[in-house]
């Protein structure tokens, strides 16, 4: 309409005085009034073009399509809870209200939100910061600490309001009510929460006096869950000396500080049967293997027993005593054999020496001189004389009789 | 002597060492006497352990700074 009715007024040659005259301002602000109001709470779908952020902390960037564009601002306050960094390319979906920025005659998209199309705002967060941490090897396997199989002391991080805490202190006192439970009580959700978490796990480091920590929350939307999702939780539960089991929300919730944890439990309630051992297990374990202590060594004693009894009945066992006994009676007849064999001798003997008395007592010379035999003995050497050619002529001979004894000289000799 | 080393020990290694006289005593692979001192370590530990066991019951603490920067435990519920 308004073409046809300015060519026809530049065609009858119109003159200002007959028009009303805006000032630029008016007329921005009239086109503001009209535009304002029709363009209010839209969500327009594009691709992210020329962003920058500016030093006073707003967002400016375009949207833009194969066809057209519309430039945008996301002000400080409202960028700053953005959970993806919104960068050149990016499609996204802004909500807003279109306003026109009447000191440059712009219009322009007031973003209220701002979240990447296809895949949720929270989403990408989460998919950007886990394979961030990824990629630093926070996940890595080994980098897991053992989780302790008897802990004396749980840390738990948790809100001191929560069910989580009513259900982790209720199961781990059924379980084993010996075992301490130290809370930190921290904010769960909303603003700091992520950082108080954070430093909860810190400070039970420092601390340094429970064997094992539980970091959890019960279940929640996946904003009330997100603190458990943010890098600075995620970097205490990986820098933890103390081995952390992550327990966020339900069963189907995973949390980036389940995947920094040395263990995920799919539930506080979980994570408590997890930590704590239970008691009348671990009591009926103990007297399984005291049973077994008392058994095997009944048993070995028994065995022993055993093989006592058979060594004692065994041939091998009994032959040294056998031997003995043999040897006792080889002895004994031995002995025996002896002393038969000394009394031959002894009588032997004696039979031999009256033989030799009874030729000593033949042999005595007396006895032959007394049958009146003689001996002659040469008075130079006193050799006695066997023999006639011992003898010279005019020799002088000692005769020994059996009674005294006579000298003289030899008269003459004869061969025999 | 192994009744004042339990003393300083952790039930998880006191549990953990009592597995392994049990499996050692199993095997019987050891001596007469050392499988007298194993029984009699075992039935030490096995003591300790369920003294551990029947401990009194502990209640929630609090884990709380205090103005000096030290950490202390305060009783909770």
Redesign the interface.
């Known amino acids: 309409m308004g073409t046809t009715r300015v060519a026809d007024a530049v065609d009858s040659g119109m003159q200002p005085s007959e028009w009303r005259v805006y000032t630029v301002a008016e007329i921005t602000r009239e086109i503001r009034f009209h535009l304002e109001p029709r363009f209010t709470a839209l969500w327009i779908e594009g691709e992210i073009s020329n962003c920058k952020r500016h030093t006073s902390g707003h967002l400016y960037f375009s949207l833009k399509d194969a066809e057209a564009q519309i430039s945008c601002v996301m002000w400080k306050g409202r960028n700053q809870g953005l959970l993806f960094r919104p960068e050149d390319g990016m499609k996204v979906l802004a909500f807003g209200n279109v306003t026109v920025y009447e000191r440059q005659g712009k219009y322009q998209l007031d973003v209220a939100a701002l979240r990447p199309s296809g895949m949720g705002e929270l989403q990408l967060a989460f998919e950007a910061l886990k394979r961030k941490l990824a990629d630093e090897g926070l996940f890595d396997p080994d980098r897991k600490k053992p989780i ?3 802990p ?1 002391t749980v ?1 738990i991080v948790t809100s ?1 309001t929560g069910a989580a805490l009513h259900d982790i ?1 209720s199961i781990a ?1 059924r379980r084993f ?9 921290v904010k769960v959700q909303g603003d700091g929460a992520a950082e108080d978490i954070a430093q909860a796990v810190r ?2 480091n ?2 340094n006096r429970v064997d094992v920590l539980i970091v959890g929350r019960g279940g929640g939307s996946l904003e009330d869950l997100w603190a458990f999702n943010e890098e600075a939780v995620a970097r205490a539960v990986a820098a933890s000396r103390i081995p952390v089991v992550s327990a966020v929300g339900h069963e189907i919730d995973f949390s980036i500080c389940d995947f920094t944890a040395d263990l995920r439990a799919p539930t506080p309630s979980a994570a408590a049967e997890l930590v704590v051992p239970d ?1 009348s297990e ?2 009926q374990t ?1 007297g399984h ?2 049973n ?2 008392v058994r ?2 009944r048993e ?1 004693i028994r065995l ?1 027993a055993e093989r006592l009894r058979s060594f004692d009945r065994s041939y091998a066992y009994r032959r040294p005593a056998d031997r003995i006994r043999e040897k006792r009676l080889e002895l004994d007849d031995l002995r025996h054999r002896s002393d038969l064999r000394l009394e031959n001798r002894m009588q032997a003997w004696k039979a031999l020496q009256n033989r030799f008395h009874e030729k000593l007592l033949t042999l005595n010379p007396r006895a032959v001189l007394a049958r009146g035999y003689s001996i002659t003995t040469r008075l130079r050497d006193g050799k006695t004389v066997t023999g006639s050619d011992e003898l010279a002529e005019g020799e002088g001979i000692r005769i020994r009789f059996s009674r005294g004894s006579a000298e003289g000289r030899v008269e003459s000799t004869a061969a025999e | 002597m192994a009744a004042s080393k339990s003393k300083s020990m952790t039930f998880e290694e006191a549990f953990q060492k009592l597995e392994s006289i049990v499996e050692t005593l199993e095997k019987g692979e050891c001596s007469l006497d050392e499988s007298v001192r194993l029984f009699e370590e075992g039935m030490t530990l096995s003591r300790f352990c369920s003294d551990k066991l029947n401990e009194a019951e502990k209640r929630l603490a609090r884990l709380v700074k205090n103005e000096q920067g030290d950490f202390q435990l305060e009783p909770m519920e």
């Open positions: 302790p199989a008897f004396e840390g001191s202190v006192s009510p010996s075992v301490q439970l130290i809370l930190r009580p400070e039970f420092v601390f008691r671990l009591a103990l293997w005291k077994r202590l095997l060594q070995r022993y």
